[in-house]
């Protein structure tokens, strides 16, 4: 369900962007049509998440002021440019953020998020980090070059199609982790090893 949350409101802002001339809105003006529509979704996705989880994890909470702010300034200053370049400065935010916290820090920023609810080894969860920057780094300059480089309207395009990157780079993560999980079988094991004589 929350992986279906995820995606509503950029389905919606494509919809609202595509189905302009329904509404009587100029191609010109679709841009700002959608914006307040991403913008709208995207607080009730959020309503929807804390409802269910009681809390906001931090990305979550900066998701949705990146989103309140850059929409906003796309409107107040009807310039489309702000609400495109959202995702390239969200991206390259969180690849810095990892960066700094493995090589500089020496901190699994993953593991301090989720260790709690994965168990997995020290060494899986420096190179789930590792793979985050290089994630995120390649999210934010693919972006950037779509908005530089293709139209408005292909830039709308590339955040549907676009989701194959994040779908495929879960999936691939899934698939690297899922031997590495340490399931209720091997603690109950570990703990009659450790209860033995």
């Known amino acids: 369900m929350k992986t279906l949350l995820d995606f509503i409101p950029i389905l919606l802002f494509f919809a609202a962007y595509k189905l302009h001339a329904w509404f009587g809105v100029s191609k010109d003006e679709a841009m700002f049509f959608a914006t307040p529509v991403l913008m709208a979704a995207t607080v009730v996705q959020m309503a929807v998440i804390y409802y269910l989880d009681r809390k906001l994890s931090t990305l979550q909470k900066v998701t949705l002021g990146m989103i309140l702010v850059f929409g906003g300034i796309t409107l107040v200053l009807h310039d489309k440019r702000y609400i495109m370049w959202k995702p390239t400065v969200l991206y390259a935010g969180m690849s810095i953020a990892l960066a700094v916290s493995v090589w500089v820090m020496r901190k ?52 549907i199609w676009g989701y194959v990157f994040p779908i495929t780079f879960l999936i691939a993560q899934a698939l690297f982790i899922a031997p590495h ?10 703990g009659a090893e450790d209860a033995a004589p």
């Open 181 to 190: 999980l340490k399931g209720d079988d091997d603690k109950e094991a570990a």
């Open 108 to 159: 699994d920023f993953l593991k301090t998020m989720l260790g709690s609810q994965l168990e997995l080894p020290d060494s899986i969860w420096h190179k789930l980090n590792v793979a985050w920057v290089f994630y995120t780094a390649f999210m934010s300059i693919s972006n950037a070059y779509v908005a530089l480089y293709f139209s408005e309207e292909a830039w709308a395009d590339f955040k």
